[in-house]
């Protein structure tokens, strides 16, 4: 190469170089540099119970990096040990809606759904008392309760339609301003309402099996006979005379003979029983009530309504209501739809009231696919026997569930849920932690997706056909590279 | 068909890849996790535009090249994914007898990847030429000049027949801080017409075998491959006519994170054998030179509030290959932006590369890439 074109050619490569080097070079930005020490100062505050101090750290860290979604979760989770349940619900529902699929996500609707049955369990074993009591009213904190919608024309209760609107519309309102109320809390509120009677299986029966001493005396305390009381006063206690003498109640209220055992039978009986009676469709909540159920838990807004189903269409009104029971709006929201198009239209109705209160759809949201309405009420079944407390839901319910019913999201975040066991997901939640850390994590998916490519992509370029055929009109081979 | 030849029909090497799809799709693994896991999808469009200029005894050679790449990639879970897409390739040479266009050149690729149970990996893919005839004498001169980049710029093949590969990986070994993977492949590439007089060239099959391993080493992710191939016997108008030398690569791989920072660190050491070539009346002997080729690249990237830059320099190395690139260096500094919007990803690459070839002739090129992805399920 002579001067010249050596002087030609390193001018601009020499720029180029600056241009890698000087970046590589410079200090990167404070809030960047510190990013790593802060991660790594935050996640220690978090382990040492400053959950406080953790808070405002992540919450620096998003000011560096709003779209940080572990950052997020970590606050979240910091709002949770800081007893602050709500603002951590509202953070975990927002970053699984922005970010469905994602680990961060996936984690947040585990803990949620945690949060949201120790709430609910918290509520049930307080008695029905807990509502008539004046001093019961949970401090005000914005956010929205979903009342399941009232049929027209049909038998009150019937069906599982209006519940399946509540699920749609938590689903579609996550991440908006509007912050949706928890649905077994919802659930438990509005049966202690009407009947008077919670209709939950807490977490220490669901977990306890049929075939034990405790399974049984959680069922039994749990269930009414005929009378209206319920079998057995008190949970606790061993293979005694009043668990013989509930068996006996309970195997002559359901024709089984009245042997005080708990043969296989009986306790066939017994979970079927059980599952009847958490099956229940929710009661609808009389206008009367819902300002104190709006009381109780927090709500400062609350969307009621009715639908009408006649074949094959659907007519739907909503109102959204203020803690005094007053419509916010002059004109309630009405939506007609074939019924196959339940969820795209539940979308919609999302839409206009996060409009009517002046909030947007989080970044992303999308309608949930259409189901048949079979499905849709199969799947609703569902997710109300897990909202109502069941924790293990068994192998057997989900083969039972139409496969269309999975295109619902919903339906497979409660079964990712159910099936992932706590310590599972005490694991992940660690190792996102170690890797937001900085702590060196190898991906053994990835690992053998990059072998398989490597070997896809083979050791280099072939020599080309035409390094192969010469153009003088014999044939060259002018070997392996060019 | 885009652009020229005969229309583009179904041929053994598709029906081959549709089975062998079909065979990922209904493996009892697929099906089941399918019903479970979310769908994915996701498009790419990635054009780029490359210009090089080469030295020679006559002047500078000009090759431009335009090349877009649509890709559809559809994955339920991490243990199934399918890819589709086509590469659309346009090219220009300028300066030397004959300059010209070679226009309307492309493929059309598929693919599968499932997971079994047992840390095992099957994939099968194909790469089908959308045009099927043979070029005439002038564009034949003119594939020539182009193939000359063909070390950096793989995607100026302006023709080559239908490739099938069988690929399969196993992760024998699984530690928190130890990866190891090991894995064979099969490809089957079919013949096609190298010049209008109907001479049909049939390149060999090749098998691959490859190991790798990850590591963590403090705060360094490392990770090493190697993959040899081993090409059968070509053969031109139905007889054996050369083979080529089998291929050894060892890779090298460091990466650090530092915060919203990463680094990394590549190395890259190609070792060609001799081929040979059979003794017939139409070749004229030549040797089948192998060589060696040592690539390296190191860079920097960032990604912050929706945004990623980047910046690196990489650098290649020839020796002892034949041809005017078959002692060559040059480096390539490159620098690059992307940023995510809800649904859609937008990048742009621009690199610019200097060195010589064989002789201390000069070697330049720059290229802009462009790319934009949008998910469409999720």
């Not at chain 1, 009213?137 to 609107?165: D, F, V």
């Not at chain 1, 927090?298 to 739907?316: D, H, K, Q």
């Not at chain 1, 019913?405 to 310590?423: N, P």
């Not at chain 2, 192998?290 to 990604?303: A, H, I, K, Q």
């Amino acid at each position: 190469m002579n001067e010249d074109g050596a002087s030609r050619t390193c001018g601009p490569a020499r720029a180029l170089l600056w241009l890698v080097l000087v970046p590589l070079l410079l200090p990167a930005t404070a809030g960047a540099a510190d990013a790593p020490g802060g991660r790594r100062e935050a996640l220690s505050l978090l382990a040492q119970g400053d959950a406080l101090n953790a808070r405002a750290l992540f919450d620096s860290l998003l000011t560096v990096d709003p779209t940080d979604l572990t950052a997020g979760y970590l606050a979240a989770r910091s709002d949770e040990q800081a007893q602050r349940p709500y603002r951590a619900r509202c953070g975990y529902l927002e970053i699984e809606a922005v970010a469905p699929g994602t680990e961060e996500a996936e984690l947040a609707g585990a803990r949620r759904r945690t949060l949201e049955r120790e709430e609910a369990d918290r509520r049930f074993n307080l008695g029905p008392g807990w509502i008539t009591s004046e001093k019961s009213r949970a401090p005000l904190t914005g956010a929205l309760l979903l009342l399941p919608l009232e049929p027209l024309g049909e038998p009150a209760g019937a069906g599982y339609y209006g519940l399946s609107w509540t699920y749609l519309l938590h689903q579609a309102l996550r991440g908006s301003g509007f912050c949706p109320l928890s649905i077994p809390s919802m659930l438990l509120v509005e049966d202690l309402l009407v009947d008077g009677k919670a209709v939950r299986a807490p977490t220490e029966i669901s977990s306890l099996p049929v075939n034990t001493i405790g399974g049984l005396r959680a069922r039994l305390a749990v269930l009414s006979g005929l009378t209206g009381e319920v079998y057995l006063e008190s949970r606790d206690g061993g293979w005694d005379e009043d668990l013989r003498d509930a068996l006996r109640q309970f195997q002559v209220d359901h024709q089984l003979p009245p042997t005080g055992e708990a043969d296989l039978e009986t306790q066939t009986t017994l979970e079927r029983v059980l599952d009847g009676w958490l099956l229940q469709a929710p009661p609808p909540l009389p206008p009367h009530l819902v300002p104190r159920a709006m009381e109780l838990l927090g709500a400062s807004l609350a969307v009621r309504g009715t639908f009408r189903n006649e074949g094959g269409e659907v007519w739907v009104e909503l109102t959204l209501l203020e803690p005094d029971g007053a419509s916010l709006t002059q004109e309630p929201i009405v939506l007609h739809f074939p019924a196959g198009q339940t969820n795209r239209w539940a979308w919609v109705a999302a839409q206009r009231l996060a409009m009517a209160a002046g909030f947007d759809l989080a970044t992303g949201s999308r309608p949930a696919s259409n189901l048949s309405p079979e499905s849709l009420e199969s799947a609703t079944r569902l997710l109300l026997l897990f909202d109502r407390g069941v924790g293990r839901l068994g192998e057997r319910r989900w083969v039972e569930l139409p496969r269309e019913a999975f295109r619902w999201s919903l339906v497979r975040e409660a079964r990712t849920f159910t099936d992932v066991s706590a310590k599972q997901w005490d694991e992940r939640e660690a190792r996102l932690k170690a890797r937001w850390g900085g702590a060196v994590q190898l991906d053994a998916a990835r690992g053998l997706e990059a072998l398989l490519r490597d070997l896809d992509a083979g050791a280099s370029a072939e020599p080309g056909p035409f390094q192969v055929l010469g153009s003088r009109g014999t044939l060259v081979i002018r070997g392996n590279g060019p | 068909m885009i652009g020229r030849g005969r229309p583009w029909r179904l041929r053994p090497g598709v029906l081959l890849a549709a089975g062998f799809l079909a065979v990922v799709l209904l493996a009892p693994s697929g099906r089941v996790r399918a019903e479970l896991d979310p769908l994915t999808a996701e498009v790419r469009v990635a054009p780029e535009l490359r210009r090089w200029t080469f030295e020679t005894a006559g002047g500078d050679d000009h090759a431009n090249q335009s090349y877009l790449p649509i890709d559809l990639a559809v994955t339920r879970g991490p243990d199934l994914r399918l890819t589709g897409g086509v590469d659309l390739v346009s090219s220009a040479v300028h300066g030397v007898d004959p300059s010209g266009n070679l226009d309307g050149l492309g493929d059309l690729r598929l693919g599968g990847e499932i997971g079994l149970p047992g840390r095992v990996r099957l994939g099968a893919a194909g790469r089908f030429a959308l045009h099927e005839d043979a070029l005439p004498p002038r564009e034949v001169r003119i594939a020539e000049v182009l193939e000359i980049f063909q070390l950096d710029f793989p995607y100026s093949r302006p023709a080559a027949g239908d490739r099938v590969r069988l690929l399969a990986a196993w992760q024998p070994v699984k530690l928190s801080r130890l990866l190891c993977q090991i894995g064979a492949s099969y490809e089957l590439r079919g013949s096609y017409a190298l010049r209008d007089d109907g001479l049909e060239l049939r390149p060999g099959s090749v098998f691959r075998l490859a190991a790798g391993v990850d590591a963590v080493l403090g705060p360094l992710r490392a990770r090493q491959g190697l993959i040899h191939e081993r090409p059968g016997t070509s053969q031109l108008g139905g007889a054996d006519a050369f083979e080529v030398g089998s291929r050894s690569v060892l890779t090298e791989s460091i990466a650090l994170e530092r915060g919203v920072d990463a680094f990394e660190l590549r190395v890259a050491l190609l070792l060609a054998g001799r081929g040979s070539v059979l003794s017939r009346p139409d070749l004229e002997a030549a040797p089948l030179r192998g060589g060696n080729e040592l690539s390296w690249g190191l860079t920097w990237s960032r990604s912050s509030g929706g945004w990623g830059f980047g910046a690196g320099v990489d650098g290649r190395h020839y020796r002892g290959f034949s041809g005017p690139l078959g002692r060559a260096d040059w480096v390539t500094p490159a620098v690059e932006a992307s940023r995510a919007l809800g649904r859609d990803s937008l990048g742009a690459r621009l690199d610019v590369s200097v060195g010589e070839g064989r002789s201390g002739r000069r070697i330049r090129g720059a290229g802009l890439a462009l790319s934009w992805t949008r998910t469409l399920l999720r």
